[in-house]
């Protein structure tokens, strides 16, 4: 089985500053690894994902995430956050494609 | 181009109550999942439809039942409800042979049960 542990809860961090998010996971076999993002009551929207080939992923509003398997972390960054980024952000990683296991969540409360 | 909608938006029930909720899923999407998120954590997974049938299931009771209509929309019943199912209930849609775990999800269905 497969398992996330995002390591915060809550980040807190000022405007214009850099954040990481930190996610690890647990799985006997390959996965394929994810980062969502839900914005007040929302539903939760993709912010990249990794499936094969370069560890360092892409996704949209700026964030990128570093896939490290003999860590089996899959950290998300953003080299300077916006008011706008508050949200809860969701690690999950899936085996079998669309059925996602997805980490408690990190609250991230941008500061101005 | 319609995203995911799902019905109700919120609603309360008592325990031992049935439930239903609704999910269409985003246009030309043919496979609907549906996650419950308790409060303060993550949505985990309760059951896939694809092809008017369940095809995963997670971790719960048979108490969560579903269908899939010939539309690709999806119901998700709950029978003899229990406090603990008070959640926000969530919909996603994808493409049965799509990128793996790119889902696109509903705003949800805020289940109360008292």
């Known amino acids: 089985a497969q398992s996330v542990t995002q390591l915060d809860s809550q980040v807190p961090v000022f405007e214009e500053a850099p954040v990481e998010l930190r996610c690890n996971y647990s799985s006997s076999v390959s996965v394929y690894l994810f980062w969502y993002v839900q914005y007040p009551n929302q539903g939760l929207q993709l912010l990249l994902k990794y499936l094969s080939g370069s560890t360092l992923v892409k996704g949209i509003n700026g964030f990128e995430a570093e896939f490290n398997k003999s860590q089996t972390s899959f950290h998300l960054r953003k080299p300077s956050v916006h008011i706008s980024d508050t949200a809860e952000y969701f690690c999950?990683?899936?085996?079998?494609?669309?059925?996602?296991?997805f980490g408690a969540g990190t609250i991230l409360r941008v500061k101005s | 181009d319609a995203g995911v909608t799902q019905s109700p938006t919120h609603l309360i029930k008592t325990r031992g109550q049935q439930v239903t909720l609704r999910c269409s899923p985003k246009s030309g999407h043919d496979t609907v999942s549906w996650y419950q998120q308790a409060l303060g954590q993550g949505p985990q997974f309760i059951f896939q439809y694809y092809e008017e049938e369940e095809r995963q299931r997670g971790n719960f009771p048979d108490r969560f039942s579903g269908h899939q209509f010939p539309n690709y929309s999806s119901e998700l019943n709950v029978n003899a409800l229990l406090l603990g199912d008070s959640a926000l209930y969530l919909c996603?849609?994808?493409?049965?042979?799509?990128?793996?775990?790119?889902?696109?999800f509903g705003e949800g269905s805020r289940l109360t049960v008292l």
């Open positions: 999950a990683v899936s085996v079998t494609g669309n059925k996602l296991v």
């Open positions: 996603a849609s994808s493409l049965a042979f799509a990128v793996p775990g790119e889902l696109f």
